[in-house]
């Protein structure tokens, strides 16, 4: 090939790229900048106004015993929890079924549509469908899943579900709490560090969206093993639990990492399923960043306000996407 | 194209022309004489494409409102009636957006007047809501349409404070009116429980709620899943422990939030909470109003929207007084149409805003949609039972403005400043950190105390 054609070469590559650098430039990272710009402004009614105030707003939200900053944080811990605890049931019951699929089961092209299928809703319905099941009414009075617990005889499974204001949290008094508090980390033994039993229905309405999507990333991975390392560990006198622990899920390492990033980042942003199952619950309860900033910017006009959360929320979910970029290109590179 | 448009109202047979650059095969159209193209030319607006269309002849009306569903759908149609009747040659466009209390259509509207693009006239919670849309630079006034159809002389006079916005103009057109402060119950319940009459004091009110809960009856019936039913009845209860004008003053700097009667008024709410069905966390207030309409709870305070949940479930057997304390003030929210800056048919929509506050007009909306007129004037015997004795309270009680429906106060203290507290209270009970974070959002507002 001649030098000649492959500068033209680069030239039209350039040039079909070029569009979508300028679109990614402005609707992505200009609106980061203007939103960022927002937020240090003073923008908190229906006229715009860029005066400017230095973080006012993130103080507002960090520093402080406002309702503002007590909600904020309530946000914070109960976006912790809900993404603690999804993730987790996620990855747990996504590896048993897709484990479970790997047995060559019969139908289960069957059994795996079953479980994909939620994913095809949106967390809008998924919400509105939860929510009607979980409503929980009165002791004597159930409705929802609580009836059918009273009707099987279970009535101590009875649940408030997502109207429980219970927040779980290191008591002060206790053994482990006096320890912390003796050496200087007392603030961990306060609600702000809690876990409010009422993200326990959140949790279970996106893990049944969401599982079987993590199953079909496991079971892709799963068969991606070939069969004779299994054979070989077997052959080696291993057993079958010997065989998942040692060569399996060290295998597995790379689709987990992806899940934790797929799962992450839609928990960290986590919106449509507040909106429509629970609200920001008794007490803030379920409120998450996500929803805080939407109320806060176009209910109460609190333009600037409302941009300083959107960048926190950006930074938490940048921290969780950029050590996996740096990975993913590098391994990249490697190849 | 104009021209076939307009043939086409008359005469069907011609076709209507939707898109400039499209004209099919077949379509009977009206080429206009020389002079006409000429003078439409002439007076074509390029900024106005829509009249292209000869969406008639006085282009359009487009009316933004959060009304789709039930009653006040149905009020609304009666209105657009009303003005096909008077305004034939201008073609009504109805954008309305669904979503209780407004919740959708406010940030879809807030982003579209930012945008440069606005309705003819929209739908906007009377008093202080107007803020939302900086007067006067997306919203104009609109003293004239008060002028020419002499609204000032219709409205009673503690509306018209409400009404006038602090550089002392009229921002909107109010068309009905519902009152927040109201104490439903069940009267089976009440008679089953041996109690005779409605609590007038907060005393008497937790008396009542004793005897039912002897008699095993829930004596409250509370929703709490949007927030606001919970700000709402806080906000009922303000009014009844400090009166019309403590309450009043709350708003404008002249009541402090620091005052022991909003303590006592806190203490208040936090009983009336243990008092409420256990699940209200869970339910809105329509599910609490159902509650009482199937005889599981006894007593629900929320706004008179509750009334038409009544008719809509055909019951009947219900009863209904002002909020203990209450009794001889009116907590008023309103709904009226504003008129955009760049609103792009001012004439038609001057019109609408006419007709809105006409006796003809309210007449016609405020049966279907289960309010009362904002107008003193209205035939009482046009509306049901409950909404007769509003009429007569409403012209001799004292009107305050309910906070949280967007009369009393700027959005950022009515929504976030004012509500998020009382989100908190309902949950931890804590009096004293409660009244703290109240007196910070006045201070926030800009009445520092």
Redesign the interface.
Known sequence: MSPKHRNWERVVSILLLLPSILALGIFVYAFIAWTGYISLAKW?????DFTFVGLRNFEHLFIGD???A??FRYDLRNMVGFTAFFLLSCIIIGFGLAVLLDQRVRGEAVFRSIFLFPMAVSFIVTGVAWRWML?????N?PVGVNIIFTQLGLKNLQS????D?TIAYLSPDSGVGAILNSIGLGFLTTKDFGYPLAITSLVIAAMWQLSGYTMALYLAGLRSVPDELREAARMDGASEVQVYRHIILPLLQPVTLSVVIILGHISLKIFDLVVSMT???????TDVPAYNMW??T?????FSQGAAIGLVLLVLVAILIIPYLRYSIRAEAQV | MAATNQKNVADKTYARIENADLIEVGWKICVPAKADADAFLKAFDPNKPWLLFGAGKKGQLLVGSWWTNGGEFAGLNEMFKLYKAANPDVEIVNAAIAGGAG?NF??QL?TQL?GGVAPDTFQLHAGLEV????PP??VVPVDDVYKSANLEAAFPKDLLTLLKYKDGHYYGVPVNIHRANVLWYNKALFTKAGITKAPETWDEFFATADKLKAAGI?PVALG????FELQHTFETILVGTLGADGYRGLWTGKTSWKDAKVTDALNTFKKYITYA???????SWASATALLING?AAMNIMGDWANGEFTAAKFTDYGWAPTPGSKGIYDALSDSFALPAKAPNVDNAKAWLALAGSKAAQEKFNPAKGSICARTDCDPALFNAYLQSAISDWKVNAIVPSVVHGAAA???W????YS??V??F???GDVAKAQA?LV??AAAAGFPQ
């Open positions: 908190d009614s229906a006229a715009p406002g309702t503002d007590i909600r409503t929980p009414g009165e002791a009075d408030t579900w997502f109207t204001p609200g920001p619950g008794p007490g803030f309860a109320k806060t176009f209910d109460a006009t609190l | 919740t406010k940030g807030l930012l803020e939302t849309y900086n630079t997306l829930t709490g899943k949007d927030g069905n256990a699940d209200h966390d869970a339910l599981k700027t959005p950022s009515a929504s976030k400043g998020d507290p989100v908190l309902a949950s931890t974070a910070a959002a």
